[in-house]
């Protein structure tokens, strides 16, 4: 066992932490009142990031990443979570699914999306199908030698700047003898392709300026070459890919809940009433107490999710282990931070309430604190029978 | 021509300083560590330097606790050449004092015939501000000290100094040691190929013995204390009482 980062792994996050707090911090509240990011700041952001050598870490060598391990990209990961996660978007990490890519869709999405030239999105939620993602209802189907793709999706994050979209839609039905089970596809859908719209989604408790959009398709008609791996295959794609963005949200939590420990910590050790700090009392010292041990915990969780998948062991339990832990934590740490704020801690020149109502959001995307649970108890109870 | 950059290991300037309880010094272990900030100034300008032609090789030297291999490390990512580590001392809390640190440097500077030795103006440890002027007075060099502006013309660099009251720029004849003040750059950021790069480097690892220098104390800190803290304020009902109170302690 060794618990230390190397020394490249430190750099990494000494980097990563500098950038957010120079380049992404001081535009936050400005963000957060606009609703989105301006093109402007988002691109320049992108420019630095790229410049940095940092966009698209999470991807190979072969195709222009930086070839992280997942352990590091996890470290990265984590200090984003100190940055408002509108602004870190454009600290570029497009979906791993791209990597799906086969012959010409790499030139046209996969590598220009590494350098950063174009956006992607991913779409997979609908009004109808959220955890469920198998009761999808948007269909994609033959039509002289075309797809033909119908339906709503929402809840769909980075799409106003999106370039393209992934997006995954009913192929056909199997029927089987737990009943009829449908099967899925992936489809590249660029910006623009008739029949396609992007439209603003609802407003957020959580994350105000990293909108959600609802993407409709009416009738919308694609080449197979916008396939994205085989046909039917929509599943495979999604377990090869799509596993390690639990871990992201991991990290996000543990990094979110050390900036806002600090300054809850700075603040005990600042403010003073009853003619002493406010952290000497028991009840405000024991919840400080409280909160970095469980953040620790998070953050070894987390780490050593993705250093098990770095060794090829299985990791699909710790994953949701860590992905339930950290953004439960997430929520414990927000709202105990706030408390210790009092009143303060609710007004919107403090960003305590900003982390309060962000953690919110991270108990139910890429899976809700409920599917964690059962992921992991059905891998805990199938190799017993049950 | 190459430029020597010398690079300390100090407590980071976010962490807030402790005092040891026996007075003795600053207390040091499990503190975050990081370079000298007026050194990463230092070496932002070599890197610039270099990538505008005016020199060809930035060589970082620490001296100080094997630990400050981090510190080369960081140099290195950020763009640095090679780097020289001087273990001096095995005790974080044994501060190299800047006559025993100026011998070194000059003993590195006679192997590697720098044209340039750009270093920050203090280290925020020990405010000293006497290392690179002990270094020019050793080296016979000339020494333009508290840079806010460099430039490399020819034989001259041209160095713009923050001096009380305003900006003085001289013209000193290069060898020359100049000392770098907080408005001389930005230090960029550490790139992620950099960082992966930067253990692929060159660090050499020397003892002061390698260099015949002696770097026994000559200097005895007799007491560090904790600043005095500053004692509550008044809080008072009105501007009439505020004015009252203002003219009572004779400030209006």
Known sequence: MHFGLTGEQEMIVSTVRSFV?????????????????PQELGDEIRRKCIALGFYACNFPEEVGGAGLSHLDFTLVERELGRGSMALVHFFGRPQNILMACEGAQREKYLLPAVRGEKLDALAMTEPDAGSDVRGMKCTAVRQGGDWVLNG???????AEHADFVTVFAATGVDETAKGPKKRLTAFLVDRGTPGFAIRPGYAS????GYPNSILTFDDCRLPDAQVLGVVDGGFDVMNDWLHGTRLTVAAFCVGRARRCFDLALKYAAERHQFGQPIGRFQGVGFPLADMVTEIDAADWLTLSAAWRVDEGLPSNREISSAKLYASEMLARVTDASLQIFGGMGLMDDLPMERFWRDARVERIWDGTSEIQRHIISRDLLRPLGA | MKVLVPVKRVIDYNVKVRVKADGSGVDLANVKMSMNPFDEIAVEEAIRLKEAGKAEEVIAVSIGVKQAQETLRTALAMGADRAILIVATDDVHTDIEPLAVAKLLKAVIDEEQPGLVLCGKQAIDNDMNATGQMLAALTGWSQATFASEVKIEGDHAI???????????????????????????????ASLPNIMKAKKKPLEEKTPADYGVDVAPRLQVVKTTEPETRK?????????????????????
């Open chain 2, 159 to 189: 160095v713009t100094r923050e001096v009380d009251g305003g900006l003085q720029t001289i013209k000193v004849t290069m060898p020359a040691i100049v000392s770098v003040d907080l408005r001389l750059n930005e230090p960029r950021y």
């Open chain 1, 21 to 37: 707090e120079t380049e992404i911090q001081p535009h936050e509240a400005e963000v957060e009142r606009l609703g989105h990011v």
């Open chain 1, 152 to 158: 709503t999706k929402h809840f769909i994050s980075g």
């Open chain 1, 205 to 208: 408790v959580s994350h105000r």
């Open chain 2, 232 to 252: 509550a304020g008044v809080m008072v009902r009105d501007v009439d009482t505020l004015v009252a109170k203002l003219k009572e302690a004779g400030a209006i």
